[in-house]
């Protein structure tokens, strides 16, 4: 009888001894599983952080051509509005010349004559002024168009961008609370098995109890490494997370 309890004994301890390697073989396994899908999101951040600053410096560069043709349609403009003046002026000059001329002229040939030469220029230099100031208002209203044009592309290009980063992001947080429960999962189906084996050996002798505790204590200084390494990779991939943030605002 006491060999057959011997017997029960041993095998019953060498299926602990197996279970906590077992134990230990899937807390690796997982603890490495673990380790390349946080490697693979650090990799998917710093891309996506790779393709925001390109981003960012692409809508600088955009922002810089839009300046600088900004800045050369406001010089045309300019040289635009100094041609007009400069025509208006010509033409005052040239309609002054003529009204003096014809002052001249009217004061010889008569009264009438006069009163019909300035209406003539009274009707000619109003419509003159006027088909400038449409020419300039013309111009101005084009220019305008085209700026409003400009930035409203701008905006849309931003806000897709904006929504495409969002997108990112959560699918990367899912990613990891996924990883994060499965292994959690797995951790304590296995601890479970563990427990259930060492309750049943729980009568032995102390050579048996010291064995256990043994096990036991492996077993939870493994999952107690792999909970940290899962906690570093989380404040890792948080710390990613928010200097992605930082980098789109």
């Known amino acids: 009888l006491n060999q057959m309890i011997a017997k ?3 095998e019953s301890l060498r299926d602990v001894s197996r279970q906590a390697s077992q134990l230990t073989r899937l807390c690796f396994s997982a603890e490495k599983e673990i380790g390349r899908k946080f490697k693979t999101l650090r990799r998917s951040v710093g ?3 790779k393709k925001l600053v390109r981003s960012v410096d692409r809508m600088e560069r955009d922002f810089k051509a839009d300046e600088r043709d900004f800045q050369r349609y406001g010089e045309r403009f300019s040289e635009e509005t100094a041609k007009g003046e400069q ?3 010509k033409v005052t000059r040239g309609m002054n010349d003529r009204a003096e001329r014809t002052e001249t002229e009217l004061a010889l040939y008569g009264n009438d004559y006069t009163a019909k030469g300035e209406m003539r220029i009274n009707q000619t230099l109003p419509r003159a ?8 208002d013309s111009a101005m209203k084009t220019f305008d168009n085209g700026v409003k044009q400009e930035a409203r592309a701008n905006v849309r290009d931003v806000k897709q961008l904006e929504r495409e980063i969002d997108k990112e992001i959560k699918d990367t947080q899912r990613n990891a609370s996924m990883a994060k429960n499965e292994a959690t999962r797995m951790f304590d189906g296995a601890l ?6 060492v309750k049943e050996l729980s009568r032995g002798d102390a050579t048996h109890t010291i064995a256990m505790n043994k096990a036991m204590r492996d077993a939870e ?7 940290d390494a899962v906690e570093r990779e989380e404040k890792d991939s948080e710390s990613a997370l928010e200097r992605m943030d930082t980098s789109l605002e």
């Open 8 to 10: 029960a004994m041993g």
């Open 87 to 89: 025509k208006i002026e």
């Open 192 to 197: 479970r098995g563990f427990d259930r084996n």
């Open 221 to 227: 200084r493994t999952v107690e490494r792999i909970g």
């Open 47 to 49: 891309s996506q952080q």
């Open 129 to 136: 002024i006027k088909s400038t100031d449409r020419m300039i």
